[in-house]
């Protein structure tokens, strides 16, 4: 089983399913020298400048132009060099390709893959650091993954692409070049699976993309204690698989969130609704999220450390449910 990186497995999956399906291209900024971490390198050089497209610097034309290409039978497969610049294309992605199926009786398809980074930590400043996954779970008709390892990555992506609807791909920028172990070939997640990354019974720690390794990294630590932490991650936020999350609340009766996103509606909010009103009886302890506070992503690395969530913080949550 060879090791990759989150980004080479990313590419691997893209790879084996433009060799397998002819319908699948790449396009976005500068794409054919793989874009801003490198992702699609090399791509062109194995399937040539038609199906490996650089575009202009517009959002709105590269999210428009692979709604057209879907809905005539192509499956783009689409860049957005930073999350944040996705509100130069809303329209395209909110009013196009989200509801077309719906406004077509269910005839329209629309098998987009739209890639983009998130996240802060990189001193990228409040314009290309964002969190912003919850926007996008907000809106019907579009599918929202977030995975966190790079065996999760590869075989999400070749779900992604291989699905009929519009599916935003989102890729934490701290994670790209971590390492291991991905099988060789092509394989599927499936879409609107959890995995339950730890077993425990104390708490439950719901987290997602890079907040993954900080609760697992949590975990060992409250370990040490005796504190037993079950760690789930949703990998895929819409749809969320609600039934893994719920059964295990039901077990340890204690649950944390963690998110990078801000926590004034964020993800973890629904997260959190969703237990309160279906798994109320169950806790034993007030939900707690772990989150970034209501502000733009911060330019001073002093700053920017103190505005994501860190593994400190993940403890202290936990040891506040767990009344220790």
Do not use: W
Not at 174 to 185: C, I, N, R, S, W
Not at 200 to 225: N, Q
Request: with cysteine; aromatic share 6%.
């Amino acid at each position: 089983m060879p090791t990759m990186t989150f980004a080479q497995a990313i590419k691997d999956g893209i790879r084996l399913e433009m060799e397998r399906d002819q319908t699948v291209f790449v396009s976005g900024e500068d794409v054919t020298h793989g874009g801003p971490f490198g992702v699609t390198a090399g791509l062109v050089k194995e399937f040539g400048k038609k199906r490996v497209r650089d575009t202009p610097i517009t959002e709105s034309a590269i999210i428009g132009s692979a709604v057209g290409a879907a809905a005539c039978g192509l499956r783009p497969v689409v860049e957005l060099m930073f999350v944040d610049f996705i509100g130069c294309a809303l329209d395209q992605l909110f009013n196009q390709a989200a509801k077309m199926k719906y406004m077509f009786g269910g005839k329209a398809k629309l098998p987009i893959v739209v890639r983009s980074n998130c996240g802060a930590g990189v001193q990228a400043a409040a314009q290309h650091s964002q969190s912003l996954e919850a926007l996008f779970m907000h809106i019907p008709g579009l599918k929202v993954i977030m995975p966190s390892t790079a065996r999760d990555a590869k075989g999400l992506i070749i779900s992604a692409i291989r699905d009929d609807n519009p599916v935003v791909f989102l890729e934490n920028k701290t994670l790209l070049f971590t390492k291991e172990d991905v099988p060789e070939g092509a394989y599927t997640i499936p879409i609107g699976v959890a995995d339950v990354k730890r077993q425990g019974t104390d708490a439950t720690v719901v987290a997602t993309g890079r907040m993954v390794h900080l609760a697992l990294s949590a975990a060992e630590k409250l370990a040490a204690d005796g504190v037993q932490l079950e760690v789930v991650d949703p990998r895929t936020l819409s749809p969320l698989d609600g039934a893994t999350i719920l059964s295990s609340v039901r077990k340890t009766h204690r649950l944390v969130i963690v998110h990078e996103e801000v926590k004034f509606a964020g993800s973890g909010a629904e997260i959190a609704a969703m237990v309160a009103e279906e798994a109320f009886d169950y806790l034993d302890a007030p939900i707690v999220r772990v989150a970034a506070p209501f502000t733009p992503v911060p330019f001073s690395p002093v700053l920017e450390r103190e505005f994501i969530p860190s593994e400190e913080k993940i403890l202290a949550a936990v040891r506040k449910v767990v009344g220790r």
